[in-house]
């Protein structure tokens, strides 16, 4: 064979192995995201461990702010009969929290995180719960909700409306300060200035096997700033815990 015909030959090779390599190449492409992931920090400012996590959500909420990751913190108020009395704690946390414990077989704790109603591990994991928002944003099926929210002078009013056709589903709706701050009296963290982002005030529970539009009510917050405030709900089957949808708005 003369240099030339080998020549011609390895060309012809060369375009053969090109053409054929490029529709596996298009095969392995990154897919788009599509998912969601809901945080459920339970936390207390009785706590020790508790700060780590919470400053872990403020970092979160920075990273992921253009992406569809909604966090929410719940202040529990078991830990108040310890010494310090947390002013953003209630019951209805304590209860939600204890609803998780027997649907996902776990310890009642803090600092615990859920996402998206599947998953728990401790609030301050942050390889664990990267690697899990990683995964939900690219894997979870999103259900639409869609968010509107205005304010009155006494209350808070928000429009939702879902797609949602599980009858067994809910749709909880938040009403969450995005960021506050407490110096500690008393407690395990005495003398420390706590800081606490995505603070559920309020969550109205609304039944989806009646209607999957409407409006629920919030009592305006003292000292209520819109900058400082939004709203985020999500879909929920009660008996399994897991989320099918999110959404939030801000203030008109």
Not at 62 to 74: F, I, R
């Amino acid at each position: 064979m003369t240099v030339s015909a080998f020549t011609a030959l390895l060309f012809a090779a060369s375009a053969f192995i090109h053409q054929h390599k490029m529709p596996k190449t298009e095969q392995h492409s990154t897919p788009e995201n599509s998912g969601f992931a809901v945080l459920e920090l339970f936390t207390s400012e009785g706590c020790s461990s508790c700060p780590a996590a919470e400053e872990l959500m403020g970092q979160i909420e920075k990273e992921y702010k253009d992406e569809p990751v909604y966090l929410l913190s719940y202040h529990v108020d078991y830990w108040n009969r310890l010494g310090w009395k947390d002013r953003f704690s209630n019951a209805e946390n304590s209860q939600r929290q204890q609803q998780y414990s027997r649907i996902l077989n776990s310890q009642v704790y803090t600092p615990q995180l859920v996402v998206n109603g599947k998953t728990e591990f401790v609030g301050s994991d942050e390889t664990n719960i990267k690697n899990t928002i990683r995964e939900a944003l690219f894997s979870s099926k999103k259900t639409n909700v869609a968010l509107s929210a205005n304010v009155s002078q006494k209350e808070i009013n928000v429009q939702y409306k879902t797609s949602a056709t599980d009858l067994k589903n809910i749709l909880l709706v938040n009403l969450v300060e995005k960021h506050s701050s407490t110096q500690v009296g008393k407690g395990e963290n005495e003398g420390r200035h706590l800081h606490h982002w995505q603070i559920v005030h309020k969550q109205n529970q609304i039944s989806l096997n009646k209607q999957a539009e409407g409006t629920t009510t919030f009592k305006l917050p003292e000292g209520f700033s819109p900058e400082n405030w939004e709203v985020i709900a999500f879909i929920q089957n009660p008996k399994t815990g897991e989320i099918s949808g999110s959404a939030k708005t801000i203030f008109k």
